[in-house]
Structures are given as structure tokens and as C-alpha cells.
């Protein structure tokens, strides 16, 4: 999972958040916006889960700043059962 960025010709900025299969290269999501929060990517992660009716064993990120949020970790540890 990771955010790309990129800028329009006529100058607006867009962000888009990136789910990947590290086993199968398979891209599972992408959730283009001028700006993302930490809600949205917990909205695309449900979508994901009720897509496929499983939740990943792992989920890697880069630890940039997108990912470094306290409702993150609180919807992580909820789904994680802690």
C-alpha cells in the first residue's frame, strides 16, 4: 500500500492510494483524490474486505507520514482483535 503523486496540466494536484498483492503483483485498489486521510484509507480497506470477505495476514507500508495516524492504528488494532 502506498500514495503516489502526481500534478494535472492545468497545475491541480492529485494523490492516489495503492493497494498491491506482494504475492500475486495483482493491483486490488486505486482511490484517486486531491487529498486522502487516514478515513479514506480505512474506507478502501473495508471495501477491500467485503470485496474479498478476507483481511490481509499483513499489511506493508513505508512508514511515511500518510500511514502515521492515530485513528490508523485504532482501526488496526480493532480489526486485529487488541
Not at 2 to 16: C, E, N, P, T
Not at 40 to 53: C, H, P, T
Not at 76 to 81: K, L, S
Request: glycine letters at 6%; a positive charge; one cysteine or more.
Amino acid at each position: 500500500m502506498d500514495f503516489v503523486a502526481d500534478q494535472l496540466f492545468y497545475g491541480r494536484k492529485i494523490r492516489s492510494l495503492t493497494v498491491v498483492d506482494n504475492y500475486s503483483r495483482q493491483c486490488l485498489a486505486i482511490y484517486v483524490g486531491q487529498s486522502l486521510k487516514s478515513e479514506d484509507v480505512v474506507a478502501v480497506m473495508n471495501r477491500l474486505q467485503s470485496l474479498y470477505l478476507t483481511v490481509p495476514e499483513r499489511i506493508q507500508v513505508d512508514n511515511g507520514s500518510e500511514f502515521i495516524s492515530k485513528f490508523l492504528d485504532k482501526c488496526g488494532a480493532a480489526r486485529a482483535g487488541l
